[in-house]
Structures are given as structure tokens and as C-alpha cells.
């Protein structure tokens, strides 16, 4: 395939994050820049499989890059520690070919979500709790957007993958279906539709999604132009991606 103009934007190095670098790096993608703030954790290797126990403890990117480029050794790898906030995510985002949203909160993916429409960059939303996992793509500035689907940030208690658990083999399921969307994106494919994968029944989906007339960001009349922090409110927990 055309190797795309940017690096592809993975934020979150964990349990997604990482199974998508692994199918971009054997689809022969160039270049990839990697957003997290963690340190690898024991209680995650089950799901973030290119570490192992020897990197328990130590900095997941600089872990990751290391796996990645053992096995890709013409694989750029930038890396970026810290998390994406509202006074960075467009400087992020901006000038990447597609960025995937590996994260594991709600605050982050909005944001995200926000930051790729704006600066018109196209997206990858993966995620993965207990036995599902759900991924859209969303084209540069495309409709539907991850607005269309959920609206705004949730509040109250929410269901992530730190308090409900996760079987590891999903979040490799997700992270492939974003990887293999990320590679449709920069082939100028965008179906518009979600992927949703059923790990206990074993059943793949794609759900045709609509566009809201009213989305906030992408419909007739869109209200957000900027990324104010007031709107994204902070993770519901600290978990690792
Ligand atoms: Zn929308």
C-alpha cells in the first residue's frame, strides 16, 4: 500500500494501542506516532501483548518501540509521553494521517474526536470492556462522527475496562479492526458504518450509523469551533489504556 503522507497517531500504547501498531507495522505502514503516560503493569499483560514480564515496570512507550522496532526495523517510531489534552490534542493530531483513538475514557475521546474533526484529520475510535468491543471510523472532517453516536460526555459512574475487566483476545480484536479501518481511512475509505465484536457469541457486526442533523460538530449547524477544557470532563479513572 502508499505509505500516507503523516504518521498514523495511536494514543494510548496498551491493550488496543499496541495490537494496532503490531498489524500496521506487518501492513508496512512507515510511520507511527505513539501518545501514553504509563509504565507497563503486571496486572496488564494479558491484554497489551507486545510486553512482557521483563518490562513490568518500565515505560510503556519507550517499551513499545523497542518491540516494534525489533521486529520492524524501518519502522519509525515517534514518541510522544504525556496524555492528550484540550491545549495539546490539536498540535497532536494535526499534520497525522489517521489518528487512532485507543484510549479508555470518555473525556479523552471527545476530545479526541473534537481535535481530529477540527484540524480535519480522520479517526479510528477502538474500544474494548468485558467481551465487546466497538470501533468507528470517521473520515477528515466526515459525518457520522463519534458526536453522532454518543453526543456528549457521559456523566455518573461509568463502565471501563478497570472496574468491569476485559478478556484480553477482545482488545486484540479491537485493535486489529482499528488498524485494518486506520489503512481503509488512508485509502480514502470511510463507510461510515461501526464494527462491533461480540466475543461470547463470537460475532462480528457493522451497524450502519446516521448522521445527527444536530451534532455539535458535525451537523448543519455545528457550536464547537475550539477545544474548551470546560468540556471535557476528567476521567472517570486513572486506568492504563
Ligand atoms: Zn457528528
Not at 508496512?28 to 503516560?37: A, E, F
Not at 512507550?61 to 525489533?70: N, W
Not at 474533526?117 to 479517526?123: A, E, K, R, T
Not at 464547537?224 to 477544557?229: E, W, Y
Amino acid at each position: 500500500m502508499a505509505a500516507p503522507d503523516g504518521p498514523i497517531l495511536i494514543v494510548g500504547a496498551g491493550g488496543i494501542g499496541a495490537p494496532a501498531a503490531l498489524a500496521l507495522g506487518h501492513a508496512g505502514v512507515r510511520r507511527l506516532c505513539i501518545v501514553d503516560d504509563d509504565r507497563v503493569e503486571l496486572g496488564n499483560l494479558h491484554r497489551q501483548i507486545l510486553f512482557d514480564e521483563g518490562d513490568v515496570g518500565t515505560d510503556k512507550l519507550a517499551s513499545l518501540r523497542r518491540a516494534l522496532v525489533r521486529r520492524f526495523p524501518a519502522l519509525e517510531v515517534a514518541l510522544r509521553p504525556g496524555r492528550a489534552l484540550p491545549d495539546t490534542a490539536l498540535e497532536l493530531c494535526e499534520g497525522a494521517a489517521v489518528v487512532i483513538d485507543a484510549t479508555d475514557n470518555f473525556a479523552s475521546r471527545f476530545l479526541l474526536a473534537d481535535a481530529a474533526h477540527l484540524v480535519g484529520v480522520p479517526i479510528v475510535h477502538a474500544a474494548a470492556v468485558r467481551w465487546q468491543a466497538t470501533v468507528l471510523a470517521v473520515a477528515a472532517a466526515g459525518r457520522p462522527c463519534y458526536r453522532c453516536l454518543f453526543e456528549d460526555v457521559p456523566g455518573g459512574v461509568l463502565v471501563d475496562c478497570a472496574t468491569a475487566g476485559v478478556a484480553g483476545p477482545v482488545c486484540g480484536v479491537s485493535g486489529a479492526l482499528a488498524a485494518e479501518r486506520a489503512l481503509d481511512l488512508c485509502l480514502g475509505r470511510a463507510p461510515g458504518t461501526i464494527l462491533t465484536y461480540d466475543g461470547e457469541r463470537d460475532r462480528l457486526r457493522e451497524v450502519p450509523v446516521a448522521p445527527r442533523r444536530d451534532c455539535p460538530l458535525c451537523g448543519a449547524q455545528p457550536t464547537i469551533g475550539s477545544l474548551d477544557a470546560a468540556r471535557y470532563m476528567p476521567p472517570a479513572c486513572e486506568a492504563s489504556y
